[in-house]
C-alpha cells in the first residue's frame, strides 16, 4: 500500500497561509476520492484552522503544515516555534474568532498537541473504512 504525505514550509503572512491552505487541500484531494468528498472537506477545513492558528500566533520562527495518508488514517500537522498549547474551548457568542480548535476537535477523529523542543506541534487525525488503493505500478502483472 502506498503512503502519501507532503511538508510545505509557511511563511508568517495571511497570504502565506492562504497559499499553504491551497497546497495542502489540493494534494489531499490529489490522492484520491476513496477519501470522500465529506471527509476531503473537513481535512481542508481542519488544515486551514491549524495553519491560520499557527500563523496567528507563532509570530516568529519557522511553521512547517503537512499531511500524512497510510493505511486508514489521514493525519494533519503543523508546527510552529510557540511553545503554548492552545486550548480548546468556545468563545463568547459576539467574539469574531476564537472557534478554530473547537472545530478541529468536532471533526476531527482525534487530536492534539505535542510539546517539541522548539516549539509545538498541532494535529487532527481522520479515520475512513476504505483502504487505499494499491497503485497499477505495484499489482502483479497479468498474463495473457
Known sequence: MEAHHIRISVSGTSAGAASARQQIAEEI??????????LLDAAELVASELITNAVRHAHEGPITAGADLHGKALRIAVTDANSDIPKVGLPHAEAEDGRGLF????????????????????????????PLPVPAAHLPQQRS
Open 29 to 38: 484531494r490529489d490522492w484520491g476520492a476513496v477519501l470522500g468528498s465529506e
Open 103 to 130: 472545530l478541529v476537535a468536532a471533526l476531527a477523529d482525534r487530536h492534539g498537541f505535542d510539546p517539541l523542543p522548539s516549539g509545538k506541534r498541532c494535529w487532527a487525525e481522520f479515520e475512513f473504512s476504505a
